[in-house]
């Protein structure tokens, strides 16, 4: 069973950076596009970045140019580097294959941009 755990999450003032990390329990990521996702409280999860087996990326628009999604894959782990955080980037953000892969979705960290 794949297990995926996120950590780096905090509080943090605006236009701060954190470093988000996701580590799996198996050989998943270079077989998987992964993503990075965030859910805020009432809202829908998003997509936020995705990063392709061979290292392509993309980013949702609210995030581009600010997050920066990377991968070690003899570390099984990817990364989301958040620069210029805004208080709507507050959230519970996750790591899970792109397209669904029927992982089983992680706790999250949470995010939390101040003013």
């Known amino acids: 069973q794949v297990q995926l755990v996120e950590s780096g999450g905090g509080l943090v003032q605006a236009g701060g950076s954190l470093r988000l990390s996701c580590a799996a329990s198996?050989?998943?990521?270079?077989?998987?596009?992964m993503g990075w996702f965030r859910q805020a409280p009432g809202k829908q999860r998003e997509l936020v970045a995705l990063i392709t087996t061979g290292g392509a990326t993309n980013y949702a628009d609210s995030v581009k140019g600010r997050f920066t999604i990377s991968r070690d894959n003899a570390k099984n782990t990817v990364y989301l580097q958040m620069n210029s955080l805004k208080l709507e980037d507050t959230s519970v953000y996750y790591c899970n294959a792109v397209p669904a892969r029927g992982f089983p979705w992680g706790q999250g960290t949470q995010v939390t941009v101040s003013s």
């Open positions: 198996g050989s998943i990521f270079s077989i998987n596009a």
